[in-house]
């Protein structure tokens, strides 16, 4: 399981997106993470386990995952704080 320690090692949050902070072969740092899933929501891909970007902003932010989170807005895309 993913750490608010390890995440923010990994990645920077802006504006509701996550931007890889090194390189990784064809990714360069700076790189945009995560693409939609077939339900819509973007998900992200760290250590070969995929993870629900919203779920990862609430980590990163509040330092736990919780099991569920409403996007209150109901678009499945927007992960702003």
Same mark, same amino acid.
């Given at each position: 399981?993913?750490?608010?320690?390890?995440?923010k090692?990994? %990645?920077?949050?802006k504006? *509701?997106? %996550?931007?890889?902070?090194?390189? $990784? *072969? $064809?990714?360069?740092?700076?790189?945009?993470a995560?693409?939609?899933?077939?339900?819509?929501? &973007?998900? &992200? $891909?760290i250590? *070969?386990k995929?993870?629900l970007?919203? $779920?990862?902003v609430?980590?990163?932010?509040?330092?736990?995952?919780?099991?569920? &989170?409403?996007? &209150?807005?109901?678009?499945?895309?927007?992960?702003?704080?």
């Open positions: 399981v993913i750490t608010q320690e390890k995440l090692e990994t %990645f920077d949050y504006d *509701g997106e %996550f931007y890889t902070k090194e390189s $990784r *072969g $064809r990714l360069k740092a700076g790189f945009k995560g693409c939609k899933t077939k339900r819509g929501y &973007i998900a &992200i $891909r250590d *070969g995929p993870y970007a919203h $779920r990862l609430w980590l990163y932010h509040h330092g736990y995952m919780p099991p569920m &989170i409403d996007h &209150i807005d109901n678009n499945k895309t927007n992960n702003k704080k």
